[in-house]
């Protein structure tokens, strides 16, 4: 049975892992690599950049942590597809394979060193190694700004 589906209803849906169909970036915005690009240059799932030049077919962005911190380097447009297998239909997104990083997850940022750092808890962590994992990000103590809730 063929399904038609309208462009609206097409271009809200955010599968996980992909970017929304109209990607709001700005010079200075802070965004986090989706996929792997160039492991060697540091382009790996979850890299963290600051947007310098928007083009029409690549983002121009300096590197924010990692190894080649400060490098610049250019993201393309590619083919995106979920990787959902239970999703209905398929959908493949040609857009920048990008995501707003003002905040990211303690696993998400696992690997990465940052130089300042805010720590927003508002609920336990799960476990004792996710709380190191969000305080050892930072290069020092003193630059971590907490946040917690107190029962």
């Given at each position: 049975e063929v399904q038609i589906y309208l462009f609206e209803f097409i271009n809200s849906l955010t599968p996980s892992g992909i970017p929304p169909h109209h990607l709001n970036l700005k010079v200075?915005?802070?965004?986090?690599?989706?996929?792997n690009l160039l492991i060697s240059q540091g382009l790996c799932n979850g890299t963290c950049m600051k947007v310098q030049r928007l083009h029409e077919h690549c983002?121009?962005?300096?590197?924010?942590?990692?190894?080649?911190?400060?490098?610049?380097?250019?993201i393309p447009r590619i083919k995106l597809s979920p990787s959902d297998a239970n999703n209905p239909l398929t959908l493949n997104r040609l857009q920048f394979?990008?995501?707003?990083?003002?905040?990211?997850?303690?696993?998400?940022?696992?690997?990465?060193?940052f130089e300042k750092l805010g720590i927003h808890l508002p609920q336990p962590v799960f476990s004792h190694g996710q709380l190191y994992v969000a305080f050892s990000r930072a290069c020092a103590m003193n630059n971590i700004?907490?946040?917690?809730?107190i029962n």
């Open positions: 200075g915005a802070i965004v986090m690599l989706l996929r983002i121009e962005a300096s590197l924010v942590t990692g190894s080649n911190r400060g490098h610049t380097v250019l394979p990008l995501r707003l990083a003002y905040s990211m997850t303690i696993n998400k940022v696992q690997g990465q060193t700004v907490r946040v917690m809730t």
